[in-house]
């Protein structure tokens, strides 16, 4: 009886196909940091009466901190102890974060916080691919929801098989929760997987979960260490050569902007 060939002990292993792309939101997907979430924190603290404003370089120091809950309970604590020892304190932050989530679906819904350049292009590519695009963010889903519907319209939330978002974990970046709960939501393995993101703790988040990492920086990211990343680049681009994207460490794109292909080839150099 013929028998089925083994592959030898020592044979590599074969490489994992892409199956699914897992993108990162404020700041990978839009440019929603100062455009949309700062002012809308801001505006829920007017509101208040609590006398906090957070400048833009404050906000952005801030942003080690994942999560906005999160983020005003380390600002009360280590700016204004009076407020952080108040007995409704906790009453106040989900408050102050309520009002926040509703003044930047407002934004978002008015179009302050448009998609970074080929974001659209590449969702396209992946679709038109029957690849899987899929979200790991520690916004809440009503950010996310609003940001999508503004910007691909209604039910722009369906072109992402998975949403985790905010609250889907107890841990945020750089813990690697979110994206290990995104993959348990797609069925996949992380070597299957390619994230992008944009922030230092996301690409830690992204890389202790095993996913391979793509950087598209910006200019208030610009200068983290993102160790660790296949490629880091300061955006997708399109396809003009006067808008396209800049390679500032690892592998360039093949082109002026990156594509489904670029994707293909550093997830496969990474897993390889």
Request: charged share 20%; aromatic share 6%; with cysteine.
């Amino acid at each position: 009886m013929p028998t089925t060939p083994t592959a030898p002990a020592d044979a590599a292993p074969t490489p994992v196909d892409l199956r699914a792309v897992i993108f990162d939101v404020d700041g990978t997907l839009a440019d929603t940091e100062l455009n949309g979430h700062l002012p809308a924190f801001n505006q829920a603290f007017a509101e208040a009466g609590l006398g906090w404003h957070w400048s833009a370089p404050e906000y952005l120091r801030l942003l080690a901190i994942a999560g906005g809950k999160e983020r005003m309970i380390h600002y009360a604590r280590t700016q204004h102890p009076d407020v952080a020892a108040r007995a409704d304190f906790a009453e106040l932050i989900t408050h102050l974060h309520q009002e926040k989530t509703r003044h930047y679906a407002a934004r978002a819904a008015a179009g302050a916080t448009p998609l970074r350049p080929g974001i659209r292009r590449l969702l396209d590519e992946i679709a038109d691919a029957g690849l899987t695009a899929a979200i790991a963010t520690t916004t809440t889903l009503a950010n996310v929801h609003a940001l999508l519907r503004a910007q691909l319209g209604a039910g722009g939330e369906k072109r992402f098989a998975v949403i985790g978002a905010g609250d889907s974990v107890a841990r945020k970046k750089p813990a690697p929760d979110i994206y290990q709960w995104a993959l348990a939501e797609l069925g996949l393995s992380s070597e299957a997987c390619l994230a992008i993101e944009d922030s230092a703790i996301g690409v830690a988040a992204a890389r202790a979960a095993g996913l391979p990492v793509v950087v598209t920086a910006h200019a208030e990211s610009i200068g983290e260490d993102f160790s660790g990343a296949r490629a880091v680049l300061d955006g997708l681009g399109d396809p003009a050569p006067a808008e396209g994207a800049r390679a500032l460490a690892g592998t360039p794109p093949a082109d002026h902007a990156v594509t489904l292909a670029d994707l293909r080839r550093w997830h496969a150099e990474s897993v390889r």
